[in-house]
């Protein structure tokens, strides 16, 4: 129970399937083999255990975490597909940028 990496779309899965079947944190804890804290903060943050969803979890999970790879699933066909989020590269020193123009005059 020692891991500490963020919870996996599948395990989000996992916790929406076992609420729904009236199922408490500490055993969705032990299922997963997470700690209990983990699962009863991750229902606290969305939306509690009447109103959990995965799919929701895990959206607010990568907008939380910023640029990455994120899981879209596809309703029609329900399979869910990997889809890489591209940052936009914004710089302070752009050649546009007046600081960047007054080091190339100096």
């Given amino acids: 129970m020692g ?6 779309f599948e395990e989000r899965e996992i916790i929406s399937r076992e609420l729904s ?16 804290s983990t699962i009863y903060d991750e229902i606290d943050r ?8 995965a799919v929701d979890a895990q959206r607010r999970a990568e907008e939380n ?11 029609t066909t329900n399979t869910s597909m990997l ?4 940052p936009s590269r914004k710089s ?3 050649p546009e ?3 960047c123009n007054a080091a190339l005059r100096a």
Wanted: no cysteine.
């Fill in 92 to 94: 302070s020193t752009a």
């Fill in 3 to 8: 891991r500490r990496e963020p919870l996996r």
């Fill in 46 to 53: 969305n939306g509690g255990a009447t109103s959990y969803r």
């Fill in 21 to 36: 079947q009236g199922h408490k944190a500490r055993y969705i804890g032990r299922l997963l083999g997470r700690h209990h």
């Fill in 83 to 86: 889809r890489l989020r591209v």
């Fill in 65 to 75: 975490r910023g640029a990455g790879s994120s899981l879209y699933i596809d309703r």
């Fill in 97 to 99: 940028s007046p600081s």
